[in-house]
């Protein structure tokens, strides 16, 4: 299976315009959207462009999310919310957590972060694509090349229940590909040069991913 992962679009037609270019020109199985789709506002809109591609879409809400994004989503049929849900794709099954909360030195997914994570615990194999918007704390999180600003919890959480990859985004400045234990964590927030990642994953095999650049031509 070929996923098309993107994060931290904000709303910005150039970066659905890219994202379209590629989905043409790679051909994915499913485009997974880890968080801040807009910029407070336009979810309508954005979700009637991403629509007519036909595409299976999942998505979970970023910081910039407001939660009539849901409401916008039910209208179509291709674009499903993952938020605390199982989704499966050709044997592989996705999951998501939605919400960031940006704090001075590190992000918390929601309020009683630890709480919710726990519920999610029942949802996660060795086969699963967790998906949420901060990432892990330590891994693709640093913010100016200094602090580190991801989620401790979300590091703890990860570590114990081993999913096969975390797609995330939020730290614009360091998209990029990492392991953490058994986990491929992949940030694929959007940004000048980068339009996202491709992960290629079949159910008990290791997980292959890249960050793509502009889209060809």
């Known amino acids: 299976m070929l996923i098309y992962a993107v994060a931290d679009i904000h709303g910005k037609d150039e970066k659905i315009d890219r994202i379209k270019a590629c989905i043409h020109h790679y051909k994915p199985d499913v485009l997974v959207i880890a968080g801040d789709i807009t910029s407070f506002r336009g979810a309508d809109r954005i979700f009637d462009r991403f629509s007519k591609t036909d595409l299976p879409i999942l998505y979970i809400r970023g910081n910039t999310d407001l939660k009539k994004l849901d409401r916008a989503a039910d209208k179509y049929a291709n674009i499903q919310n993952l938020d605390r849900k199982q989704i499966c794709f050709q044997e592989i099954w996705f999951t998501g957590i939605s919400g960031t909360i940006p704090l001075p030195f590190y992000s918390i997914i929601c309020l009683n972060e630890k709480r919710e994570l726990e519920k999610l615990k029942n949802l996660i194999s060795k086969n699963t694509i967790l998906v949420a918007h901060?990432?892990?704390?330590?891994?693709?999180?640093?913010?100016?090349?200094?602090?580190?600003?991801?989620?401790?919890?979300?590091?703890?959480?990860?570590?114990q229940h081993c999913p096969a990859v975390l797609l995330c985004g939020h730290i614009h400045e360091h998209s990029g590909i990492e392991r953490i234990h058994q986990t491929l964590v992949v940030n694929c927030a959007m940004t000048k040069k980068h339009s996202g990642a491709l992960v290629r994953y079949e159910k008990d095999k290791s997980p292959r991913a890249e960050i793509i650049a502009s889209p060809p031509e």
């Open 134 to 159: 901060p990432p892990c704390r330590g891994v693709l999180d640093k913010v100016g090349k200094k602090c580190h600003a991801g989620s401790l919890n979300l590091k703890h959480f990860i570590t």
